[in-house]
């Protein structure tokens, strides 16, 4: 078996059926084998008996339900132990994280062999509110420095991995359980790739405001006992300001000598055994921190990779042949930077080039324009010019009358 498809249902009857349909008919077109393991985390509604239908229809198809709801996080634990596959996947029965993206982890997982897992992050909804951005991304950050372990912003449980990363997983038997936690724990190369959260094929939201914070609230714990340690900082720093109190006040009586006064005294005394008080519940969460994490019974360490000695024959030829294709891939990235750059350096040739002859042909419309103008204002004065000739040889009658009345001898002017 190829992969193995790990289902949460909780109450998706409006969902199961859609997703079964889109998920055959994307890797119906794949060459590997699929195992389909719906686990019923205790649906209330009709998602048993439509997965029962699905099971009759497909011998693919496995279900395990349980007899209560456990939670989410029980059920991908449940279907961890059942999977098969090579590789696992992780994904939500509401189509919002979508199966096509499953195939493309598992390309990635198949071409690149240095990664051991491929883990999907949220992008920012422009729906989701200021309050919740700021909150998730708080939250990371938080659990980022109480735990020393590198959690990723936005990152879900929608992931696909290798079968040495569901074994690391299966070693940590702990009760109360935070699967983002435990894959960053457990290490392993991952490569966090970005996708787009769809719309529900139906139904609403399990999660609500109060079961997010109580997840939070489990993670923190699950992964910290530095909350533990906050009683000691406060006591120590209690008892600190109490002690300074008190050594300031007695010395300031003394050179004023003045009388003690009693709620001067009282307050440094309260100080001092609250501080006393804290110190030794900060010493306590010590001691339970230790006994917290010995409880789990993680694993000391985790081994991603081994290699006998004696076993030398049966791995160095393989170790030789990832090592050839590791430098043959590393040779076509040379090639490939080096073609970017001459497609880069010719881009930009050919864009001065265009710039120029942009510019040419400016100039060249420029000067149509301004011999087109030249010729305009040549035309306009001929033309003028032909109006003051004609103008000439046609005066008007009055000038005509004017010129024909005369007052000389000739004119036959005769005085009544």
């Not at 084998?33 to 998602?47: A, H, W």
């Not at 405001?209 to 720093?237: H, I, N």
Request: charged fraction near 30%; include cysteine.
């Amino acid at each position: 078996m190829k992969l193995s498809l790990i289902i949460p249902c909780y109450n998706e009857e409006e969902c199961v059926e859609k997703f079964f349909e889109t998920a055959s008919s994307v890797f119906e077109a794949q060459s590997y084998k699929t195992e389909y393991i719906f686990v019923n985390d205790g649906s209330e509604d009709k998602t048993l008996s439509l997965l029962k239908k699905i099971y009759v229809e497909n011998p693919r198809v496995n279900i395990i339900s349980f007899s209560r709801n456990f939670g989410k996080e029980a059920a991908m634990y449940a279907g961890l132990k059942a999977a098969k596959g090579e590789y696992i996947c992780f994904i939500d029965a509401d189509l919002q994280q979508r199966p096509e993206l499953v195939a493309k982890m598992v390309e990635l997982l198949e071409k690149h062999r240095e990664y051991d897992c491929i883990a999907a992050f949220a992008k920012e909804r422009k729906e989701d509110s200021s309050f919740a951005r700021f909150a998730k991304k708080k939250f990371y950050s938080l659990m980022t420095s109480v735990s020393g372990i590198e959690f990723v912003g936005g990152a879900s449980d929608f992931r696909c991995f290798r079968r040495n990363v569901a074994d690391a997983i299966l070693e940590l038997c702990e009760y109360h359980r935070f699967t983002k936690g435990l894959f960053a724990w457990v290490g392993f190369n991952t490569r966090y790739v970005p996708y787009e959260i769809q719309e529900r094929g139906g139904g609403d939201s399990k999660w609500s405001l109060g079961k997010l914070f109580s997840y939070a609230f489990d993670g923190l714990v699950a992964f910290s006992t530095k909350p533990l340690r906050w009683p000691l900082y406060c006591g120590v720093g209690c008892l600190a300001f109490g002690i300074i109190y008190t050594l300031f006040y007695l010395l300031f009586n003394i050179i004023r000598r003045q009388q003690l006064s009693e709620a001067a005294v009282l307050i440094s005394l309260l100080f001092i055994f609250f501080g006393l008080t804290l110190t030794a519940l900060g010493i306590l969460g010590e001691y339970i921190g230790k006994i917290h994490i010995q409880v789990k019974k993680r694993p000391v360490y985790i081994t991603s990779e081994s290699y006998a000695a004696k076993e030398r024959e049966k791995f160095a030829p393989v170790l030789q042949e990832e090592l050839e294709r590791e430098a043959a891939e590393l040779k076509k990235l040379k090639i490939k930077r080096a073609k970017f750059k001459e497609m880069k350096r010719q881009q930009r040739v050919m864009e001065q080039l265009v710039a120029q002859q942009q510019i040419e042909q400016e100039a060249l419309e420029a000067e149509q324009e301004a011999e087109a103008f030249e010729e305009k204002v040549q035309e306009g004065k001929k033309q003028e010019k032909k109006r003051k000739v004609k103008a000439k040889k046609q005066k008007p009658r009055s000038e005509e009358a004017e010129d024909a009345y005369t007052t000389g001898p000739e004119s036959g002017f005769e005085d009544e």
